[in-house]
């Protein structure tokens, strides 16, 4: 069987330096702020200064991401991100996330709401950017 997927937009997230908890029990945890970025595709915007990733080590080649921040559209609207996923890194991976969404269920972007959605994250040229691509499955 094979999926279907359309593309949803592009993140252009900026980060600034992470701050490490360390070893707290579960794995050494480092929260990485976010700072802004841009929005394309389907839905354009801005990522709005004020959120994380908590990014916790598990093992030295193995992460648990979870990361929280708003999307503010040109025309006005929030989205609500959510977007977790375990990675392994090795010299073929590539990071895959499973984004979710709240949006305003009245509001131009309430299809955000319901479906699946899944995400590659690579680096971009600058320090601190973070680039995900989103996809909804058919």
């Known amino acids: ?55 916790t080590s598990l093992e030295a080649d193995i992460s648990h991401v979870c990361a929280r921040y708003l999307i503010k559209t040109d025309d006005g609207e929030y989205i609500d991100v959510h977007n977790e996923g375990n990675i392994r890194f090795d010299i073929n991976s590539k990071i895959k996330t499973s984004p979710k969404f709240k949006a305003d269920i009245k509001g131009k972007y309430a ?26 499955l058919k």
């Open 111 to 136: 299809w955000l709401n319901y479906g699946v959605y899944v995400a590659a994250l690579d680096f971009g040229n600058q320090e601190g950017q973070v680039i995900i691509t989103v996809y909804k």
């Open 1 to 55: 069987m094979n999926l279907e997927a359309e593309h949803i937009m592009t993140i252009h997230v900026q980060c600034s330096k992470d701050m490490e908890v360390r070893n707290n029990g579960a794995g050494f945890l480092r929260v990485i702020p976010i700072i802004g970025g841009r929005v394309e595709g389907k839905i354009c915007g801005e990522v709005v200064p004020g959120g994380a990733d908590w990014n």
